[in-house]
């Protein structure tokens, strides 16, 4: 069993920064994928970024490469992810999800969910 807890969104101006941060508790990502979706209101859940256990390999939607950055800080437990240039349709509640048994895309494959955090982005 694994709980995940999202912190670090708010409400930013169109061009800020924000990072998110995902942490684990009753099982740590070093034997876990870990993924980032988002929901906007009236939209279904998207796909952001996920990023490998080791660390090494990432894989990002179209609309946020060279935008956002994942890492994985193995020491403390935690997964982050560093939005920049934001801009008003990053606006969503953003998910950190682990476990996927299948493809990183799908949201139906990952196995444990937190309990999201809100992002907002002013225009």
């Known amino acids: 069993q694994v709980q995940l807890v999202e912190s670090g969104g708010g409400l930013v101006q169109a061009g800020g920064s924000l990072r998110l941060s995902c942490a684990a508790s009753?099982?740590?990502?070093?034997?876990?994928?870990v993924g980032w979706f988002r929901q906007a209101p009236g939209k279904e859940r998207e796909f952001v970024v996920a990023i490998n256990w080791s660390g090494d390999t990432t894989y990002y939607t179209d609309s946020v490469k060279c935008r956002f950055t994942i890492s994985i800080d193995h020491a403390k437990n935690t997964v982050y992810l560093q939005m920049n240039s934001l801009k008003p349709e990053d606006t969503a509640v953003y998910y950190c999800?682990?476990?996927?048994?299948?493809?990183?895309?799908?949201?139906?494959?990952?196995?444990?969910w937190g309990q999201g955090t809100q992002v907002t982005v002013s225009s």
């Open positions: 999800a682990a476990d996927p048994r299948g493809s990183w895309t799908q949201p139906e494959v990952y196995g444990y």
């Open positions: 009753g099982r740590t990502f070093s034997a876990s994928d």
